[in-house]
């Protein structure tokens, strides 16, 4: 990517240097459906839903319009030791969708720091039952949970850690593809000091399914070693990935389930804890009192477009719609992988990735990997960068006509891409 140094760009962009930020491709203007229009004047079918969040697509009109009654109901509400009837109905109706039973939520405004709260959970619980020793929490290698301190700690991706400061004494992180061995190995030496072990069932950063087998393992230590096992379900949630979390397929609950994105289909800066009975009855029985508020946690506005999404899903049938999404997509997969350079897919149900790798058959760089994503975008489809690969993660609401558009532009962008020499 190529662009003019802008010295006088007001918005700070995230996430690239802002000497390489083209203004007119890549600054929105609308959005509809699953599509967004830029300053260009190009419209692009967007193929990542956002951040994966947009899961019944860009402008649901029930959402809007019950978030906007609600603000003229009571613009704005705190839960700082107090409560309010939209943030009761929304946990209500949140606690009735997953396969395991949970007893209440917490609510946070971002993942990153519904992960943070989690954590601090999780060390809070430990101490009340007599264990202060339990500071450890366990992530996977190659995960990504957020960017607040306490996220970025736990993220298995190198994301400037170092550079931030960001103290990782109390975090470990283990592989998931070695059938639990290193995992095992931990759980022999420091068993004893862990209070937590989080997994995101499939991960955000790249795609990667974590094994059933897996997660009967970490069940299984959970069961001797007496720690919370967290699923982050921030990307996964929300028919992302099957059912209302992928975690309902687990044998056993996790103690805590993080949830964002598709909660309110994007629109407001929203998350939610769940929790089971097992953490909840131990800070009710010894009256405790856990130290955690944002405050635009749990808003009415918020709220509604939590009870509003859940409507929605019901309403158009968010089962069917990710099942047909997710066949879909394969097939997308299959044609794209007969261009030079395309690889193996990893994920599942409707969040997947698609490997890069070079002539010689190495991955492709992070730097490369973005030039394919510049050259797809230039093409008409916004997708998202992996390590060594892209990411497609459609909206639950994409037609026949919508994936034959994404595969043209991805073919096209492959192909510019492939004769530029970003493939060599």
């Not at 990782?168 to 209070?195: C, S």
């Not at 405050?295 to 899903?313: D, F, K, N, V, Y």
Request: charged share 20%; aromatic share 6%; proline share 4%.
């Amino acid at each position: 990517m190529t662009a003019t140094p802008n010295m006088d760009r007001p918005l700070w962009v995230p996430l690239v240097t802002q000497h390489g930020f083209d203004d007119s491709s890549y600054t929105a203007v609308t959005a509809d459906g699953v599509h967004v229009t830029f300053e260009d004047g190009r419209q692009r079918i967007c193929a990542k839903s956002g951040l994966w969040n947009t899961n019944l697509g860009y402008g649901n009109r029930q959402i809007a319009e019950a978030t906007a009654t609600e603000l003229h109901t009571a613009s704005y509400l705190p839960l700082f030791r107090t409560s309010h009837r939209k943030a009761l109905e929304a946990s209500r109706a949140l606690l009735s969708l997953p396969a395991h039973t949970f007893q209440r939520v917490l609510f946070s405004t971002s993942g990153g720091a519904a992960n943070d709260a989690a954590m601090k959970l999780a060390r809070h619980y430990a101490v009340l039952n007599g264990q202060p020793e339990r500071k450890l929490v366990v992530g996977l290698r190659g995960s990504y949970h957020g960017l607040t301190y306490g996220s970025q700690a736990l993220s298995g991706d190198e994301l400037g850690q170092g550079l931030y400061g960001v103290d990782r004494r109390n975090i470990r992180h283990v592989r998931f593809d070695d059938y639990a061995a290193e995992l095992t190995r931990l759980m022999q030496r420091e068993g004893h000091r862990v209070a937590a072990v989080i997994v995101e069932p499939v991960l955000g950063s790249g795609a990667e399914s974590v094994p059933n087998a897996f997660i009967d393992e970490v069940i299984k230590h959970r069961d001797h070693h007496g720690f919370l096992l967290v699923a982050d379900e921030v990307a996964t949630g929300f028919g992302r990935v099957s059912g209302w979390f992928a975690s309902d397929e687990w044998p056993q609950q996790p103690d805590i389930i993080v949830t964002s994105k598709g909660l309110t289909n994007g629109t407001s800066a929203c998350a939610a804890l769940l929790i089971a009975q097992r953490v909840t009855q131990r800070f009710d029985s010894t009256e405790s009192i856990f130290i955690h508020g944002e405050t635009q946690a749990g808003t009415p506005a918020t709220c509604a477009a939590i009870l509003s999404t859940i409507a929605e899903m019901k309403r158009l049938d968010h089962h069917t719609l990710s099942r047909r999404v997710a066949e879909r997509l394969n097939r997308l997969i299959e044609d794209l992988q007969r261009i030079p350079g395309v690889g193996n897919s990893t994920g599942r149900g409707c969040m997947r990735g698609l490997k890069l790798h070079s002539r010689n058959g190495m991955p492709l760089s992070s730097e490369d990997v973005l030039a394919v994503v510049w050259s797809i975008h230039q093409a008409g489809a916004i997708v998202q960068p992996g390590p060594g690969r892209i990411q497609l993660l459609p909206a639950l609401t994409y037609t026949e006509e919508n994936f034959v558009e994404l595969h043209t532009a991805m073919e096209t962008g492959l192909r510019r891409a492939e004769s530029d020499g970003v493939f060599e």
